[in-house]
């Protein structure tokens, strides 16, 4: 026979996928000899049944019987007893918090007849026994019944008797279902639970369950436990309590109490709550008592707990308890002390902090307390708060930038163009765009704060202003805003920089304070630990260097594009519009010291370390003015009869080199491959970089990456070519050449690929791209939200790495490229190099390393650390 029913005496806190969370607990603090009012737990597995059937298991009723029975006895009070009736709580308890989720129903038990017992027996409080009976018609009305809560609050708008409103009730509930409130209490019991189990599908259950990602068929656990009330005059209350600060992580005294009063008075804010430590003058005895309680929990669970309590006549009874939720903060905090009081060892105390909670501890916030209503909602796409005037173009904000203004750029939104605009803002908003749009994927590589896609905002750059709501708002207006929430204020809100970054950037010491001790002591530890090296993408020196400060042992990836924006343009342009060869020479002989001095920058920030150097990739259209505006300008002259010049030429050149499909046109090496020079211009940047690097005393670790490579052939051509580069200019001087895997067809044929690379580098966005087939700069604002909404994914593919579709393909390539190359070392240089879950993916596939942003340094090591134990 199936056991279904578990009385408290019975389970342990291992038991949670059975007992749920709380009834598991609810058990633990029972074996531990806590003071628990007695009752016991239906199963989840009873649930299950419930839900695939639509019935109840059959031996159910009779265990519930059983264990009824063993309640009444040991209580000594009977369910419905005219003189001395027993009242239960039904309560729901998954084996996740689902908080507020499902259903509650108290004081189960109470009828007509039972409620001039419980009335006999407060003596005093007669009120509050009919109270407690008025509570039960509403709690089962609504929940069990289904009757609109509505009736019930217009009955409470005009009546505060409590005898008076039973009535009442008693009247809608029979309107509504067409039959009495029961007065069998063993039926409200039976009801109350098949209510609490049904609720696990109530509509709000189920959008939980899919955005925390909780499985839906595991079924909630019901507890029915001997109802202890805290509303039986000033020696009753009830209270929660910490046993630690749960947003600081500091030992001490943390709660609230409420005098006389029930459990749901203080969730509904109904009367104002005292600081826990005011028990001690209430209820000495009580509060004495809840100590030494927490003290045992805290001990017996090695970790912070929270508590719900209830004092009844000075009688202290122990509700809940769990392992509590705390801040980012509080997790670092905690789990070093745990260390130093000898509870948990640096391992489990590694594995109790993520990289996400990192990750929140690094951005600089707003103010607690300092918010106002937003001005509009976007997508929080890089987290941080900024603060400031508004400008609309990159020149005005890299003017202003240069004066020392910290400008917000707003844009409709990005394109490379404004590179040097956003670098020099302090935040970027966009009215357009998702999570991986150009704004966000730039931003946070720059550990910059943004807010994308908030489309209430019209942003009409020409005009320098931007209208919401009616409101207009001009250039130098100020505004905040957080990248975290993607809320946008109008006006400055104070902002406070993130002790955890002084500290990586070396301006404060290890151990300043506990927070950045407890990290410090973490990160340590996680790199003693990881097998996964960690890197940075970055496209400049300082970025090098800042990434080495928090942690990098090499640049994984420098995208060269950026060194063809800004001054620079007027001569790709000039390279792309070249007539022929000679012309084309010279541009590319001007461009190459420029190239040449960017790397010398990085080998020298990353000396001794290797320094990974993609050759260019993007489609060289974009360094081409845009299509439309040209075109616009050409047929205005020629409408004027005035000579276009330069532009029609111009113009000629943009419509040749424009595509539709530009993500899966002439880019990466296909470009290399087409235009003769631009590839071997690169390559001897990079080696005379490195050999005067060299030359000047330093040890560069150049490493030249081939994009989008899809063949073997393609890889090939440019091998060759580099290996005569080197072979005339390198001096002897190593240099790996390897290739980025991101074409599918690079992932499925790696085992050829890797006999002409050195190394492999996952380019998880393109392979995310071409492996959904998703357009990585619109799909997001499209229909993202609907598969998200829909479940067909969790998280965006983009963000988090899909294990199982973009990840076999990810392990096959790891798998035939080792094959192939026994000597192969392997990374990833997308997005998802420093995404916490997607760090655990490359560790399990067997990556040699990440590289990721430098923000994102410190978590890819943290994650790094926790995957290695
Ligand atoms: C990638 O595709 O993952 C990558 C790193 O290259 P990019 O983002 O520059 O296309
Ligand atoms: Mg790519």
């Not at 929940?143 to 289904?146: F, H, N, Q, S, Y």
């Not at 259950?205 to 436990?225: F, H, S």
């Not at 004027?640 to 030429?649: E, M, Q, V, W």
């Given at each position: ?126 009120h509050s026994?009919w109270d407690s009976y008025r509570r039960l018609i509403e709690m089962?009305g609504r929940?069990?019944?289904?009757v609109p809560a509505a009736e019930f609050d217009q009955v409470k708008r005009h009546s505060d008797d409590p005898k008076e409103m039973v009535a009442a009730y008693q009247k809608i509930f029979r309107e509504h279902?067409?039959?009495?409130f ?86 509904a804010?109904i ?599």
């Open positions: 026979m199936t056991t279904f029913v578990y009385d408290f005496t019975d389970g342990n806190k291992e038991m949670k996928a059975l007992l749920g969370g709380k009834g598991a607990n609810l058990a633990e603090m029972t074996n531990l000899g806590l003071p628990v009012p007695p009752g016991f737990t239906v199963t989840t597995e009873a649930c299950q049944e419930y839900l695939r059937t639509g019935r109840e298991p059959d031996e159910l009723a009779e265990q519930i019987t059983a264990h009824l029975e063993r309640l009444e006895k040991q209580m000594g009070r009977w369910l419905g007893d005219p003189d001395n009736p027993l009242l239960v709580s039904v309560r729901s308890g998954g084996a996740f918090s689902m908080p507020g989720m499902m259903e509650t129903i108290l004081d189960v038990g109470l009828t007509d007849v039972s409620v001039h017992g419980l009335a006999a027996q407060r003596g005093e409080s007669v026994a089962f929940t069990v019944c289904g279902t067409g039959r009495e029961p007065q069998d209490p063993r039926e409200q019991l039976d009801l109350a639970v098949r209510a609490v189990f049904a609720s696990w599908n109530s509509e709000r259950a189920v959008l939980y369950r899919r955005q925390e990602r909780i499985p839906a068929d595991l079924g909630t656990a019901v507890n029915v436990m001997a109802m202890v009330f805290g509303n039986l005059g000033p020696d009753s209350g009830t209270g929660v309590a910490f046993t630690r600060d749960p947003a600081t992580g500091e030992p001490g005294v943390y709660g609230d109490y409420l005098q006389n009063a029930q459990g749901e008075d203080v969730v804010g009367r104002n709550t005292v600081p826990l430590q005011d028990l001690e003058r209430l209820d000495k005895k009580s509060y004495d008592e809840l100590l030494g309680h927490m003290a045992r929990l805290e001990e017996h669970y090695r970790d912070l707990c929270d508590i719900e309590f209830t004092i009844e006549h000075g009688r202290l009874w122990m509700l809940q308890t769990r392992v509590g939720k705390r801040t980012a903060a509080a997790a670092f905090v905690i789990a070093s002390q745990l260390v130093d009081d000898g509870l948990i060892d640096a391992d489990e105390a590694l594995a109790r902090v993520t990289g996400a909670q990192l990750a929140q501890l690094m951005f600089p916030a707003f103010e607690v307390g300092a918010e106002t209503r937003p001005l509009a909602h976007g997508v929080g796409a890089s987290p941080g708060a900024a603060v400031g005037p508004i400008v609309f173009d990159s020149a005005r904000a890299t003017a202003l930038a240069a004066e020392g203004q910290d400008v917000i750029l707003v844009r409709r939104e990005t394109n490379p163009d404004d590179l040097p605009g956003m670098i020099a803002a302090q935040g970027i908003l966009t009215s357009r765009g998702g999570k991986t749009s150009h704004a966000a994927v730039v931003a946070r590589g720059m550990g910059k704060t943004c807010v994308c896609g908030a489309e209430a905002l019209q942003v009409d750059a020409d005009r320098r202003e931007l209208t919401v709501d009616g409101q207009v708002l001009r250039e130098g207006e100020e505004i905040s805003i957080d990248g975290t929430t993607g809320r946008v204020y109008l006006g400055a809100m104070p902002v406070a920089p993130s002790p955890v970054v002084r500290y990586f950037e070396g301006e404060l010491a290890p151990n300043a304070d506990r927070l950045i001790a407890a990290v410090h002591r973490l990160l340590t530890h996680a790199d003693a630990r990881r097998r996964l090296g960690v890197h940075t993408n970055a496209d400049t020196g300082a970025d090098a260097a800042r990434a080495r400060r928090f942690g990098a042992e090499g640049v994984g990836l420098c995208r060269t594009e950026h060194m063809f924006l800004g001054d620079r343009r007027p001569l790709v342009e000039r390279l792309i519009l070249a007539a022929d060869d000679h012309e084309r020479d010279r541009a590319l002989a001007e461009l190459l010291p420029l190239q040449q001095a960017d790397f010398e920058d990085l080998f020298r920030a990353m000396d001794g370390a290797p320094v990974t150097i993609r050759l260019l990739d993007p489609p060289l259209h974009e360094f081409l003015p845009s299509l439309e505006e040209l075109a616009v300008k050409v047929g205005v002259a020629q409408a004027l009869g005035k000579d276009p010049g330069a532009d029609l030429a111009l113009l000629t050149a943009v419509r040749r080199m424009h595509e539709e499909n530009p993500m899966l046109g002439l880019r990466g090496v296909r470009l290399g491959l087409v235009v003769p020079g631009l590839f071997a211009m690169q390559i001897r940047a990079i080696v005379q970089a490195a050999v005067a690097h060299r030359d000047a005393g330093g040890d560069p670790r150049p490493e030249i990456m081939v994009p989008l490579v899809g063949a073997v052939q393609e890889l090939e051509t440019v091998r060759a070519e580099a290996e005569q580069i080197i072979a005339e200019i390198g001096d002897g001087l190593p240099v790996r050449i390897g290739t980025m895997i991101e074409v599918p067809r690079a992932a499925l044929t790696a085992g050829e690929i890797a006999q002409a690379a050195d190394f492999f580098s996952f380019g998880t966005n393109d392979l995310t791209q071409m492996g959904w087939g998703f357009s990585r700069d619109d799909v997001e604002g499209a229909f993202f939200s609907r598969y998200l909404e829909l479940g067909i994914f969790g998280t965006s593919p983009f963000e988090s790495i899909d294990r199982a579709g973009i990840g076999r393909m990810i392990r096959i390539a790891v798998d035939e490229g080792r094959a192939a190359r026994p000597e192969l070392h392997i990374g990833v240089c997308g997005e998802h190099g420093g995404d916490p879950d997607s760090v655990q993916f490359f560790a399990e596939a067997g990556l040699d390393y990440v590289s990721c942003s430098p923000y994102r340094v410190p978590i890819a090591r943290l994650e790094a650390g926790r995957a290695a134990i």
